[in-house]
T-cell receptor
């Protein structure tokens, strides 16, 4: 089954404690992205990657890091989480051969 | 600034009604306009998409109307059903960003279809 898998689905952490949200896709897609979803703001892109070792900032990259060492994986790293990063996060992948992005199930992060 | 503005924020219709969700964009370089549907606890899923070279696209009960001169596009759901209750997002992207998944989303519309 074609899918984008994120882990964990839910995470509560404390301010300043480094965390990583993993994302993996099994569709051999070239492109992967991270979005955050906040009420009234829709989804906003954090970072995206066009291929292995190629990443670029989205619209709200501050406080986040990413890496793309393998085609299938695109982890999101919060080095020092703050309460304003409490949000619902989505990973997405897409292919150069077709339009549209496939989204994971989401990770609900709470930073206290 | 919000490059894609979506309205209304929420919408309630009776079963069989035709909800209409509107979006307006600013960047004339946008050339791909998808709509995504999101159920609670799930990620958004591509519903239907349009390019600016056509004024309308239908897929089943879902229709996109596109007005290039007004920089507006809308989603119509014919014969709406309770199962259509979800949050709908419009989005836009341009050029090679289409394939890159670099989408600019609207704020979302929470649709409720009453039996």
């Amino acid at each position: 089954e074609a899918q984008v898998t994120q882990n964990p689905r839910y995470l509560i952490t404390v301010t300043g404690k480094k965390l990583t949200v993993t994302c993996s896709q099994n569709m051999n897609h070239e492109y992967m992205s991270w979005y955050r979803q906040d009420p009234g703001l829709g989804l906003r892109q954090i970072y995206y990657s066009m291929n292995v070792e190629v990443t670029d900032k989205g619209d709200v990259p501050e406080g986040y890091k990413v890496s793309r060492k393998e085609k299938r994986n695109f982890p999101l790293i919060l080095e020092s989480p703050s309460p304003n990063q409490t949000s619902l996060y989505f990973c997405a992948s897409s292919s150069i051969l077709q339009m549209g992005a496939f989204f994971g199930q989401g990770t609900r992060l709470t930073v206290v | 600034q919000q490059q894609v503005k979506q309205s209304p924020q929420s919408l309630i219709v009776q079963k069989g009604g035709i909800p209409i969700i509107n979006c307006a964009y600013e960047n004339t370089a946008f050339d791909y306009f998808p709509w995504y549907q999101q159920f609670p606890g799930k990620g958004p899923a591509l519903l239907i998409a349009i390019r600016p070279d056509v004024s309308e696209k239908k897929e089943g009960r879902f229709t996109i109307s596109f007005n290039k001169s007004a920089k507006q596009f809308s989603l119509h759901i014919m014969d709406s059903q309770p199962g259509d209750s979800a949050t709908y997002f419009c989005a836009a992207s341009k050029g090679r960003d289409n394939q890159g998944g670099k989408l600019i989303f609207g704020q979302g519309t929470e649709l409720s279809v009453k039996p």
